[in-house]
C-alpha cells in the first residue's frame, strides 16, 4: 500500500512541476525557469534535513 501511495504521490508532484515549469517558461526564459526550480528543490533538501533527524558524518554524506 505503501509503494502505491508514494508512487502516486512522485507522479503528482512531477506532474505539477512540469506543468507550472511549462506555465512559467512561457513568461521567463526556459534556463531561467530550470535554475529557479533547481534551487527552490535545493533549498527544500536543505530546510528538510532539519525534519529528518540522524547523525550527520562525513562518511555518512560522503557515500550517501
Known amino acids: 500500500m505503501l509503494t502505491v501511495v508514494l508512487g502516486l504521490a512522485g507522479a503528482l508532484v512531477y506532474g505539477a512541476a512540469d506543468f507550472l ?4 517558461s512561457r513568461r521567463i526564459s526556459a534556463l531561467r525557469v530550470t535554475a529557479l526550480g533547481a534551487l527552490s ?3 527544500l533538501l536543505y530546510l528538510g534535513t532539519f525534519v529528518i533527524a540522524g547523525e550527520w558524518s562525513r562518511e555518512a554524506v560522503f557515500w550517501g
Open 21 to 24: 515549469g511549462g506555465l512559467a
Open 41 to 43: 528543490g535545493v533549498v
